[in-house]
């Protein structure tokens, strides 16, 4: 099972499928540290199998998991206070 260590734009394509926004452009607030930025800035790990996990660049924290199976996607939103589009 392979990690591969991307930056937060990797992460456009697996959360298309469950965003109708480009989730990129989005700004998040981090449950851990408090940073703010575009999700974009954010550092991407692609677990193959697995799924997505998005984490702020600033503590490591999980902000966004995302997995897939044959019944639709889980996404885990806990390490964020918010995400917006706005």
């Given at each position: ?23 990129t ?51 885990d ?10």
């Amino acid at each position: 099972m392979g990690e591969f260590r991307l930056d937060g734009n990797a992460a456009a394509g697996p959360l298309r499928e469950v965003f109708s926004f480009e989730v990129t452009t989005a700004q998040y607030s981090c449950v851990g540290c408090g940073r703010t930025d575009r999700l974009g800035a954010a550092m991407v790990y692609e677990v193959r199998q697995l799924g997505t996990i998005v984490r702020c660049p600033s503590c490591d924290n999980p902000l966004i998991r995302l997995a897939h199976n044959r019944e639709g996607y889980l996404v885990d939103l806990r390490g964020t206070r918010y995400l917006t589009t706005g």
